[in-house]
């Protein structure tokens, strides 16, 4: 029914780029916020990149400036375009969907893309 499908993870040097992508099928896209998790090794999954239905954005400290969230709704499709990529930043990668109906949060999740970054 609902499908949230990540790609574009992957092994890349410290500095490099990585561009991520969630494709999402059974959900009215443009109405939902959209957003970038991540969880690495032994941690807690915490937002990465949040985009809302409208546009606006909002970045996690440790990726501002580096990290690019965008959405394209003609294609049902969020992006995360990764610049100056960290060792810090290795961990799966999750896409999430967010919507209000009434006054219940309602929330998907993608499987995850592996983003590891090392020499």
């Known amino acids: 029914q609902v499908h949230l499908v990540e790609s574009g993870g992957g092994l890349v040097q410290p500095g490099g780029s990585l561009r991520l992508s969630c494709a999402a099928s059974?959900?009215?896209?443009?109405?939902?916020?959209m957003a970038w998790y991540r969880q690495g090794p032994g941690k807690e999954r915490e937002l990465v990149a949040l985009?809302?239905?409208?546009?606006?954005?909002n970045y996690a400290g440790s990726v501002k400036g580096r990290f690019t969230i965008s959405r394209d709704n003609a294609k049902n499709t969020m992006y995360l375009q990764m610049n100056s990529l960290k060792p810090e930043d290795t961990a799966v990668y999750y896409c999430?969907?967010?919507?209000?109906?009434?006054?219940?949060?309602?929330?998907?999740w993608g499987q995850g893309t592996q983003v590891t970054v090392s020499s």
């Open positions: 999430n969907s967010q919507i209000w109906s009434g006054s219940a949060l309602i929330g998907y």
């Open positions: 059974g959900i009215i896209f443009r109405i939902n916020n």
């Open positions: 985009i809302t239905s409208d546009g606006d954005t």
